[in-house]
Structures are given as structure tokens and as C-alpha cells.
């Protein structure tokens, strides 16, 4: 999601509100990619995903943003704190 600075508190915060949102993180823009905020979201498929998106967009005014798709999970670990 491409936010304006002046907005990202706020704007991540109605996103990390949405259910379907497990992460939401704000991260420095590079020169070639824009996006400053980062949701992770979980869905039966792309479809669905692109939905969510798309409520996220209507309820936030953020219209500027990409989705990734994971293809694959490479490493899954929970963190353990003590043995």
C-alpha cells in the first residue's frame, strides 16, 4: 500500500482491524518500489484475497497498492522463548 506519511498511523490501524489481516507493517519505500505499508492476508484463494483488497482500499481511500502471492512456504517455525 502506497500511504501518505501523514496517514500511515491511522491508515494501519483500520487495515490491522480487518479479520482477514494477520501482520501489518509500516517499511521505508526504495526508489523502484513505492509501498509503505505491508498486510499479510489469508484466503482460500487469489479471488478472495483480491476482495479483501479491494474492502481494505473502500474503507481506508488507499487506492495505490499491489498484491504478492505466496507460491510457496519455504520455512514455517513457531518461536520458542524457553525449553
Known amino acids: 500500500w ?3 506519511e501523514n496517514r500511515a498511523t491511522t491508515v494501519g490501524e483500520i487495515m490491522a482491524s480487518f479479520q482477514e489481516v494477520t501482520h501489518c507493517y509500516r ?3 526504495a ?3 513505492p509501498y ?3 498486510t499479510m492476508v489469508h484466503a482460500a484463494d487469489e479471488a478472495t484475497c483480491h476482495a ?3 474492502k481494505i482500499s473502500q474503507a481506508t481511500a ?3 497498492y499491489t498484491l504478492l502471492f505466496s507460491r ?3 520455512k514455517k517455525t513457531s518461536m520458542q522463548y524457553f525449553e
Open 31 to 33: 526508489p523502484t518500489w
Open 72 to 74: 510457496k512456504e519455504l
Open 62 to 64: 488507499v487506492k495505490d
Open 52 to 54: 479483501i483488497a479491494k
Open 2 to 4: 502506497k500511504v501518505d
Open 36 to 38: 509503505n505499508l505491508y
Open 27 to 29: 517499511r521505508d519505500p
